[in-house]
């Protein structure tokens, strides 16, 4: 059964940092597009960032560029998000999330492209 595991949520102040990972189980991370999304409450499900399979091009929404950092260890099968600098307004539920195949780099942070998703972790951010 495919699986994927986040974790490494939390609270933490503002400007403060979190990792945060996602395992994978019974599919192979290093073959996917694989991205995090999040939602805050009341809001939509956004995307945040994305490896795209496989040229392995990262994507950041403009909300996050250069704070935070997207990787993948294909030994562990595990993904992760760096989040620097973290803000109020970054408070939401994070989901990871693995697709087969996006065709188009515009689709990336389109949600029906995905085809595996995590149960999310809480960050929230405050003081």
């Known amino acids: 059964q495919v699986q994927l595991v986040e974790s490494g949520g939390g609270l933490v102040q503002p400007g403060g940092s979190l990792r945060l990972s996602c395992a994978a189980s019974?599919?192979?991370?290093?073959?996917?597009?694989i991205a995090w999304f999040r939602q805050a409450p009341g809001k939509e499900r956004e995307g945040v960032s994305c490896?795209?399979?496989?040229?392995?091009?990262?994507y950041y929404s403009d909300s996050v560029k250069g704070r935070f950092i997207i990787s993948r260890d294909n030994a562990k099968n595990t993904m992760y998000l760096q989040m620097n600098d973290l803000r109020p307004e970054d408070t939401a539920i994070y989901y990871c999330?693995?697709?087969?195949?996006?065709?188009?780099?515009?689709?990336?942070?389109?949600?029906?492209?995905?085809?595996?998703w995590g149960r999310g972790t809480q960050v929230t951010v405050s003081s």
């Open positions: 999330a693995a697709a087969k195949m996006v065709y188009y780099s515009h689709y990336v942070f389109r949600i029906d492209e995905y085809d595996y």
């Open positions: 019974e599919i192979e991370l290093e073959h996917l597009t």
């Open positions: 490896i795209h399979n496989p040229d392995d091009v990262t």
